[in-house]
């Protein structure tokens, strides 16, 4: 029992992330965000990561559900820029906007990268990992442009 309890934030800490963030306008004063009859409202970021076996398998990831009492899934696909893309568009009609620029990121790697470690461990082709991240600014038309 008392390895399981030494093992257990490891594996916590390992499993996968997904994560929301969003970037407020008085956070990017001054900055471009468009043609200028759109008003910037925020810049919204979804990301999401995990471990799979064989690259095929998943083994962890975080959970795509903004409602899930825990924040990762075993042995579940919740990689992938759909179900991200999903997550944005449903900001974009949360909010009213339009999206103005949106850009998807994936990431694949093939070694076992330990977050923290400033080294990967040697186990090419059999745990790899996979990040996925979907970001973009959201604008509204300006009352001028009406």
């Not at 093939?110 to 990967?120: A, E, H, K, M, Q």
């Amino acid at each position: 029992m008392k390895r399981l309890a030494m093992v257990l934030p490891l594996v916590l800490a390992l499993s996968g992330c997904c994560l929301r963030y969003s970037i407020a306008p008085e956070h990017m004063k001054g900055l471009p965000y468009g043609d200028g009859d759109r008003e910037f409202v925020e810049h919204y970021y979804v990301l999401n990561y995990g471990w799979y076996l064989f690259d095929r398998f998943p083994l962890a990831c975080g959970d795509t559900d903004p409602d899930a009492l825990i924040r990762f899934s075993f042995f579940s696909d919740q990689v992938r820029s759909d179900l991200l893309m999903q997550q944005f568009n449903d900001r974009v009609k949360a909010t009213g906007t339009e999206p103005c620029s949106v850009v998807t990121t994936i990431e694949d790697g093939v070694t076992f990268d330990v977050p923290g470690l400033s080294f990967p461990l040697v186990l090419p082709y059999i745990i790899c990992f996979r990040e996925v991240q979907v970001s973009g600014v959201l604008t509204r038309r300006s009352e001028d442009a009406l």
